[in-house]
């Protein structure tokens, strides 16, 4: 079947509807032919017209959508709404259907180009919305000749045209290029819809967050949810982290490290298998009697002014962009506390705060310490013990010169006579198995 059979049906509704059948039973035949006969070419071939085809009745369902909206048919079925209308005939949820009737208006009145692309199979469904969505946030500061230049820049990210690898950018990439669509353009501009686009993806993020959860009376639970970037970044890496210690890791420097404690677990699990047990782990490791203020530690360095002011735009280490309000409210709830580093960035002195004295010395860990101070491991360092590599029964001092952060994994092997303590680089450990002792025969 030929990618555009569906665009180049007769015209007229007999016409149509008489392309579409085609396309259908073009479809099942195509269905019905075994893989195995193609080669790789062929297979990759199959792969894209596939892909193109897709996105072909994609912008026949969306034109659908909208001419229904146009005639307001819901009026006279009885339904609630146009969507609710569309989810009868289609099965599909209304508030897929919803987002949908307002993609296929945008396409029709503002984004011709984008829509064309669409109807021509070179870019998916989510890319046309990504910069339908992206780009609508301006759209009364743009001239059109700006935002035609924008949305040409943006399509030829999304097909691969302006990739270096001719590879076309996914939906998560190219979000983050649409918030930039015009820095090559128009600097206020640029500057003026970047910040539209942080607020509105921050206020998307808001209201759309929810989580269900559902007990299947199995010994297991299933659930969904949706939530903010920042704090989906903020788990991802959470749960990345949280994988088994690697056995063969890397120190700092990227040099390979043999972690003798960890050993060849040999497991076999899957990735998502492996986020589900970390995901336990971290579950496990939250407060039973009490909720800290933060669950997670924000470093920042920003303009004090921007900072009191509220307005401009910051991004995290995990790439996420936030606002300048949104800063602040994790500032508050963080705190802020002033580091005094020396010449070799050792930390010196933190500002007072009303902590225990072993809270001021993690914080001053965590300047050093981003992990578990085994050079191999992963850990976080919030959930890291503070190890007296002297120990305090015999004479160590619980000062910043004799302790190292360990995860519980890690701190157990350290009080092992089996391993031996040694000093990898000036802020990192290894343990190391001891040889056995010589027995006497």
Same mark, same amino acid.
């Given at each position: 079947?030929? #990618? !555009?059979?569906?665009?180049? #049906?007769?015209?007229?509704?007999?016409?149509? $509807?008489?392309?579409?059948?085609?396309? /259908?039973?073009?479809?099942?035949?195509?269905?019905?032919?075994?893989? @195995?006969?193609?080669?790789?070419?062929?297979?990759?071939?199959?792969?894209?017209? *596939?892909?193109?085809?897709?996105?072909?009745?994609?912008?026949?369902?969306?034109?659908?959508?909208?001419?229904?909206?146009?005639?307001?048919?819901?009026?006279?079925?009885?339904?609630?709404?146009?969507?609710?209308?569309? #989810?009868?005939?289609?099965? &599909?949820?209304?508030?897929?259907?919803?987002?949908?009737?307002?993609?296929?208006?945008?396409?029709?009145?503002?984004?011709?180009?984008?829509?064309?692309?669409?109807?021509?199979?070179?870019? /998916?469904?989510?890319?046309?919305?990504?910069?339908?969505?992206?780009?609508?946030?301006?759209?009364?500061?743009?001239?059109?000749?700006?935002?035609?230049?924008?949305?040409?820049?943006?399509?030829?990210?999304?097909?691969?045209?302006? +990739?270096?690898?001719?590879?076309?950018?996914?939906?998560?990439?190219? =979000?983050?290029?649409?918030?930039? *669509?015009? &820095?090559?353009?128009?600097?206020?501009?640029?500057?003026?819809?970047?910040? =539209?686009?942080?607020?509105?993806?921050?206020?998307?993020?808001?209201?759309? +967050?929810?989580?269900?959860?559902?007990?299947?009376?199995?010994?297991?639970?299933?659930?969904?949810?949706?939530?903010?970037?920042?704090?989906?970044?903020?788990?991802?890496?959470?749960?990345?982290?949280?994988?088994?210690?690697?056995?063969?890791? /890397?120190?700092?420097?990227?040099?390979?490290?043999?972690?003798?404690?960890?050993?060849?677990?040999?497991?076999?699990?899957?990735?998502?298998?492996?986020?589900?047990?970390?995901?336990?782990?971290?579950?496990?490791?939250?407060?039973?009697?009490?909720?800290?203020?933060?669950?997670?530690?924000?470093?920042?360095?920003?303009?004090?002014?921007?900072?009191?002011?509220?307005?401009?735009?910051?991004? !995290?280490? +995990?790439?996420?962009?936030? !606002?300048?309000?949104?800063?602040?409210?994790?500032?508050?709830?963080?705190?802020?506390?002033?580091?005094?580093?020396?010449?070799?960035?050792?930390?010196?002195? $933190?500002?007072? +705060? =009303?902590?225990?004295?072993?809270?001021?010395?993690?914080?001053?860990?965590?300047? $050093?310490?981003?992990?578990?101070?085994?050079?191999?491991?992963? =850990?976080?360092?919030?959930?890291?013990?503070?190890?007296?590599?002297?120990?305090?029964?015999?004479?160590? /001092?619980? &000062?910043?010169?004799?302790?190292?952060?360990?995860?519980?994994?890690?701190?157990? @092997?350290?009080?092992?006579?089996?391993?031996? $303590?040694?000093?990898?680089?000036?802020?990192?450990?290894?343990?190391?198995?001891?040889?056995?002792?010589?027995?006497?025969?």
């Amino acid at each position: 079947m030929s #990618a !555009t059979a569906l665009l180049l #049906a007769p015209s007229g509704a007999p016409g149509l $509807l008489a392309g579409v059948e085609e396309a /259908r039973s073009a479809m099942a035949s195509a269905a019905s032919v075994s893989l @195995a006969v193609l080669d790789d070419e062929q297979l990759a071939a199959a792969v894209q017209g *596939a892909a193109r085809l897709r996105s072909q009745t994609d912008v026949l369902e969306l034109a659908l959508a909208a001419e229904a909206e146009r005639r307001a048919v819901a009026r006279d079925s009885g339904d609630t709404g146009t969507d609710e209308w569309l #989810a009868r005939l289609t099965g &599909d949820r209304r508030e897929v259907l919803r987002g949908g009737l307002r993609i296929a208006r945008l396409l029709q009145e503002r984004y011709a180009t984008t829509a064309a692309a669409l109807s021509a199979g070179e870019i /998916r469904l989510e890319q046309a919305r990504v910069i339908v969505n992206g780009l609508d946030v301006s759209a009364d500061d743009a001239t059109p000749a700006q935002q035609r230049e924008a949305e040409e820049r943006l399509l030829a990210k999304a097909t691969g045209a302006a +990739t270096r690898s001719g590879v076309p950018m996914p939906p998560a990439r190219l =979000r983050r290029a649409v918030r930039r *669509a015009y &820095d090559q353009i128009d600097a206020d501009l640029a500057r003026r819809h970047f910040e =539209r686009s942080v607020r509105a993806n921050h206020h998307r993020g808001a209201s759309n +967050t929810w989580l269900t959860l559902h007990d299947r009376g199995d010994g297991t639970f299933d659930g969904r949810f949706s939530i903010p970037e920042l704090h989906g970044q903020i788990l991802a890496g959470v749960l990345d982290r949280l994988t088994a210690p690697r056995r063969h890791g /890397r120190d700092a420097v990227g040099a390979p490290v043999l972690d003798d404690v960890a050993g060849a677990e040999g497991s076999g699990l899957g990735w998502a298998d492996k986020l589900g047990l970390a995901f336990c782990e971290l579950i496990e490791h939250l407060p039973s009697d009490r909720l800290s203020r933060s669950l997670v530690t924000v470093m920042a360095m920003v303009d004090l002014d921007v900072l009191r002011s509220g307005l401009g735009v910051a991004t !995290t280490t +995990t790439g996420a962009d936030l !606002t300048a309000g949104e800063v602040r409210r994790l500032a508050c709830e963080a705190g802020i506390v002033p580091a005094v580093m020396g010449g070799a960035s050792m930390p010196l002195d $933190l500002g007072r +705060t =009303r902590r225990l004295h072993n809270d001021k010395q993690r914080q001053a860990y965590a300047v $050093l310490h981003d992990t578990c101070a085994i050079a191999s491991c992963d =850990r976080p360092f919030a959930w890291c013990e503070i190890h007296h590599p002297q120990p305090w029964a015999h004479g160590g /001092r619980t &000062d910043l010169t004799n302790g190292l952060p360990l995860c519980w994994h890690h701190h157990r @092997a350290a009080h092992d006579p089996t391993f031996e $303590l040694r000093s990898h680089s000036p802020t990192e450990w290894v343990l190391v198995r001891r040889p056995p002792p010589n027995r006497r025969h």
